[in-house]
């Protein structure tokens, strides 16, 4: 069975955080739920950023080079989301054709989409999306 929607595709109200929050809380949802990708969203759900598990290890890991692991995880409750997210990422709605949401998302070099209508999140999709929709569409 093909994909050809947006809708099909995404993940529904995904784990967000605000632009306020400690990198540590967002390290700590990112590794307990297992998520690569996380929306920075304001009070009225309107997409901010998004911070990926790149933009941790970029960021924040690497901003005390001269701590050891445990005193640099620590300090994570000292930078906010904002710190390290990427401001004004590309988003997109439930009617863009699914190949276009590939393509920017090969053209950006990025690993997630968030969805939204208008500028509220709504949904996230993200290249392991794609690569699951591949595997079901090849066993069935």
Excluded: W
Aim: net charge negative; charged share 25%.
């Amino acid at each position: 069975m093909e994909v050809n929607s947006i809708s099909t595709l995404m993940t529904y109200n995904p784990l967000c955080v605000f632009a306020d929050d400690p990198v540590s809380d967002v390290y700590t949802i990112m590794m307990e739920q297992d998520i690569r990708h996380v929306p920075v969203i304001d009070s009225d759900g309107r997409v901010e950023g998004v911070i990926s598990q790149r933009d941790l290890i970029k960021h924040a890991l690497f901003a005390f080079d001269d701590l050891n692991v445990l005193e640099k995880k620590a300090n994570l409750s000292d930078l906010s989301a904002r710190s390290i997210m990427t401001p004004d990422p590309e988003t997109i709605t439930t009617d863009i054709p699914v190949s276009e949401a590939a393509r920017l998302l090969l053209d950006n070099k990025i690993g997630c989409l968030p969805v939204t209508d208008g500028r509220k999140i709504i949904g996230i999709v993200t290249e392991s999306d794609f690569v699951k929709q591949v595997m079901r569409e090849s066993e069935g």
